[in-house]
């Protein structure tokens, strides 16, 4: 199969209980979503690992890069006062 | 997509299984349209507070006593924001837009913590409201990481998490000023005089009045009662009241050995009722500034729009 023919990559989330968010667990090549599904509940819940699947496709998925972390993130360094932990108060009243 | 196989009753029976069970209620499932509908109303409630509670807080950033002060208060405000998108956006998962949300704030459908509806009248009052306020909902927010709807629960796991350093943040204040000059000891006693009752309001109703009780208890969309959440955030509060060296304005307040809990005076519940249905000390404001901000910030989303159309016409080209 040439690379032009190649289908299309999808990204496969598993919901392992009911109450947790998905999470990402790996992809898998497929002609529709339908069938990504099919082949995501082949492949990464074989034993059950999941109660539901999401599948996306690997193009819609716009990522931040991490070579610009620094200057993504920086701006939250120097903040420590957004942490609980930042706030000292004496130990009778310690538990809030 | 999704076919159900089940006639109403066999699917409600599955549906209070699943709760009764413990397990939760995701956005694809079956639900019965009156549990969707209470949890809009509830959750949508619980998003316009975060947004309408910046205000009292908000009017003193601009005031703050020092630097950190100011700071620290923009952060959390902030953080309020953001708790308002985390639980708009999870009420979308139930097939309601933000327009209809924010229009039934607007129009006065939907409701918000009473408590937004008193002013912030001095310095003390910022310190009183991250730790009353900010207390109490943790209380009630603490017990809904376990409600029955998913997206919901996800969200206060979220939100107790960044919510502990709104209450410290407020109460380490108070320690400074009811250790400060005479002055501001008694700015602080002023904050809690004003405060203490609305921060009790806040958890509703008797449970015997209270309208929606019964239904989100059995649906586990409530977990605990109004009466209970409230015993419990007194009983919390009242030895960090003693700490600072302030009085709690309840002349009934009295430690009762046998019950292990505080005893309190009735709270005014027609003062509830007046707040409540918009005569509040500042229920106009607050929404009057709500549209106003909601109006003045349509030239960034008409700017967003006209920018991702411009982009797409490119793209064709
Ligand atoms: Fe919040
Ligand atoms: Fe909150
Ligand atoms: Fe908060």
């Known amino acids: 199969m040439s690379s032009e023919q190649q289908l299309k990559l999808f990204e496969v989330f598993v919901r392992s209980k009911r109450g947790l968010d998905h999470k990402h667990v790996g992809s898998l090549h497929a002609e529709d979503a339908e069938q990504a599904l099919e082949y995501a509940r082949d492949c990464y819940t074989r034993r059950s690992e999941g109660v539901s699947l999401w599948v996306v496709n690997s193009s819609d998925i716009v990522s931040s890069q991490e070579e610009d972390a620094e200057s993504f993130y920086d701006p939250m360094d120097d903040k420590p006062y957004r942490h609980a932990t930042h706030y000292q108060l004496p130990d009778a009243v310690n538990n809030m | 997509m999704t076919q159900f196989k089940l ?7 599955a549906f209070q299984a699943r709760v009764d069970a413990e397990q939760k209620i995701e956005p694809k499932d079956w639900m019965p349209e009156t549990y969707r509908k209470n949890l809009i ?15 009292p807080e908000g009017n003193w950033i601009s005031r703050a006593p020092t630097l950190r002060r100011k700071m620290v208060l923009l952060a959390k405000v902030q953080d309020e924001g953001g708790h308002a998108l985390y639980l708009y956006s999870a009420t979308e998962t139930l097939g309601v837009t933000r327009d209809e949300l924010i229009e039934a704030l607007h129009d006065g459908r939907a409701k918000y913590a009473s408590i937004f509806n008193y002013p912030s009248l ?14 109490a909902a943790i209380v009630n927010q603490i017990t809904l990481q376990r409600t029955s709807y998913g997206p919901y629960a996800r969200s206060m796991v979220r939100i107790c998490k960044e919510e ?8 380490e204040s108070l ?40 239904q989100s208890m059995k649906w586990k969309i409530k977990r605990k009662s109004n009466d209970e959440l409230r015993q419990a955030f007194i009983d919390q509060t009242m030895p960090q009241i003693e700490f600072l060296g302030l009085t709690v304005p309840d002349p009934d307040m009295k430690w009762n050995e046998q019950r292990g809990s505080y005893d309190h005076g009735e709270l005014d519940w ?17 929404i009057e500034h709500h549209k106003k901000a909601h109006a003045e910030g349509e030239w960034v989303r008409d700017a967003l729009r006209a920018y991702e159309s411009k982009k797409r016409q490119r793209l064709a080209a």
């Open chain 2, 270 to 286: 027609d003062e509830f009722q007046r707040v409540i249905n918009g005569d509040g000390p500042c229920n106009r404001d607050r």
């Open chain 2, 7 to 13: 006639n109403e009753q066999q699917l409600e029976a």
């Open chain 2, 41 to 55: 109303r509830q959750m949508s409630q619980h998003a316009h507070s975060e947004v309408i509670g910046m205000q």
């Open chain 2, 122 to 135: 001095s310095w003390a009052d910022i310190g009183a409201i991250g730790w009353l306020v900010d207390g």
């Open chain 2, 164 to 171: 502990s350093f709104h209450q410290r943040q407020g109460y």
């Open chain 2, 175 to 214: 320690i400074v000023l009811a250790n400060g000059s005479p002055e501001q000891k008694a700015m602080a006693q002023d904050a809690l005089n004003r405060w203490w009752w609305p921060a009790l309001m806040m958890f509703g109703p008797h449970d015997a009045e209270s309208a929606h009780s019964a």
